[in-house]
């Protein structure tokens, strides 16, 4: 057990709906990554967050979006869905904002989206 | 762009040693990492290698980095059941706000006989 949570654990969505995951991320930790992972594109960084601040912008579409809160807990927000968006979507985070490798990055579970 | 390959798929007998390799191409990368991931898990770091550095060895685990060749590779000696899993290759880059972004392979299926 890593000690980041994610939920749901599983989606079932339809396309053009909107949905958003939700991420906890260890206690302590301040840093907040989103990743998709898919058959076509493998694992793919989409943005982190460094107490409540955008630090970093991956592959993330301009659908998708993310926060996170004061209380450090971080949501990505995907919206117009299409059939391509259905991965498995993991959160990470870090005590600071990755001055890897001490500060290495815990994943969580993952939430698994389906769009049909 | 960066892009980190792997191979797809590894089989080899418990007891056995394995190796799994990676190639990238960014050569400003710093560090380069070995993830674990079991089914239904998430990634687990296992060990990585800083950038001017050949060689780390931590227990079971050797990584061999040639650098001018831009090639990696994970040995896990005397090869476990346990050991079965997606292993993925990232190579980490920093970006202009100086955090340090992994870019992944595609992951390596290690498969493990008895």
């Known amino acids: 057990d890593s000690g980041v949570t994610q939920t749901p654990k599983h989606l079932i969505t339809a396309t053009g709906q909107r949905v958003t995951l939700r991420c906890s991320p260890r206690s302590g930790d301040l840093s907040v990554y989103w990743y998709q992972q898919s058959l076509d594109q493998g694992l793919q960084f989409l943005i982190q967050y460094y107490n409540g601040e955008e630090r970093a912008k991956g592959n993330i579409l301009e659908r998708f979006s993310a926060q996170q809160f004061p209380d450090l807990h971080s949501e990505l927000n995907l919206s117009s869905l299409e059939l391509g968006d259905s991965a498995l979507y993991f959160c990470?985070?870090?005590?600071?904002?990755?001055?890897?490798?001490?500060?290495?990055?815990?994943f969580g579970p993952g939430t698994r989206l389906l769009v049909l | 762009g960066e892009d980190v390959e792997q191979s797809l798929f590894l089989s080899v007998r418990e007891g056995d040693s394995s190796v799994i390799n990676c190639t990238y191409t960014d050569s400003s990368s710093t560090y380069l990492y070995w993830y674990k991931q079991e089914p239904g898990a998430g990634l687990q770091l296992l060990t990585y290698?800083?950038?001017?550095?050949d060689m780390k060895q931590d227990q079971r685990l050797t990584v061999l980095l040639n650098k001018k060749d831009k090639h990696l590779s994970l040995r896990i000696a005397d090869t476990q059941t346990g050991d079965s899993a997606i292993y993925f290759c990232a190579e980490i880059v920093i970006s202009s706000g100086g955090s340090y972004i992994p870019t992944f392979g595609r992951g390596t299926s290690l498969i493990v006989h008895p």
């Open positions: 990470a985070s870090s005590v600071e904002f990755g001055a890897a490798p001490q500060e290495t990055q815990y």
């Open positions: 290698i800083f950038s001017n550095m």
